[in-house]
């Protein structure tokens, strides 16, 4: 599979606290992206990193991206109630299709008040 | 703008029945795709087209046909309905930047039952 695998499948926190989710991937990468799906809804891009790029802030949001492990990771800071969802990565392989992306099975987030 | 529009938002079918899943955007987007999404398995790509007369399989194409005659829409077609199509079917755009397709965009889904 050239899919994603997000980390944990589950996290549970509390207001305020941090959340941090993994994603590793298999083949060599143009871009790594992440999105969010609350519960019922479609999916809403949150950040893009490109495969030279290592790490990326966008409001409370920071995202890591290691090419030589193959592996990225979202940082959620001070995390809110409104922040409970699931979380994808999503890969733009090298070599696909242009445009295509691979997404991994997501990370369910529950933020408790 | 409107971004992109799913309809229906809910369907039920009988096995063997067909329907078609619309899907357009207002966006001017070149890329545009298919996916279902089933518990516990991410997304998965059925077919895209990366512009007006061009479209492609993606992962599971089987019992699904689409067609791309303008920019703005993109409709998936089930041929003949199986409980296995049973599933949420989310519609996504995409456009270049710089020459490079990046944030795809996507709709509210369609959730489908197939009984």
């Known amino acids: 599979s050239q899919q994603g695998e997000e980390d944990p499948q589950a996290l549970s926190i509390q207001e305020g606290e941090n959340a941090t989710m993994n994603c590793s991937y298999k083949?060599?990468?143009?871009?790594l992206q992440w999105y969010r799906q609350n519960s019922g809804r479609g999916l809403v891009h949150l950040i893009l990193i490109r495969s030279n790029e290592r790490e990326k802030h966008s409001g409370r949001l920071r995202v890591t991206l290691d090419t030589s492990k193959k592996s990225s990771s979202l940082l959620i800071t001070a995390s809110r109630a409104a922040d409970t969802a699931s979380y994808f990565c999503?890969?733009?392989?090298?070599?696909?299709?242009?445009?295509?992306?691979?997404f991994g099975r997501g990370t369910q987030l529950t933020v408790w008040p | 703008n409107a971004g992109v529009t799913q309809t229906p938002k809910f369907q039920v079918l009988k096995t063997g029945q067909s329907m078609t899943l619309q899907c357009a955007q207002d966006m001017n987007h070149e890329y545009m795709s298919w996916y279902r999404q089933d518990p516990g398995m991410g997304l998965r790509l059925i077919h895209y087209s990366v512009g007006a007369g061009i479209t492609d399989q993606g992962e599971v194409p089987n019992g699904y046909n689409v067609s791309r005659s303008t920019t703005e829409d993109f409709p998936l077609r089930l041929l003949s309905a199986a409980p296995s199509q049973t599933s949420v079917y989310f519609c996504a755009s995409s456009t270049r930047i710089q020459g490079a397709w990046e944030t795809q965009y996507f709709g509210p889904g369609t959730r489908l039952l197939v009984l």
């Open positions: 999503a890969t733009a392989n090298r070599g696909s299709t242009l445009g295509r992306l691979y």
């Open positions: 083949t060599s990468i143009n871009n």
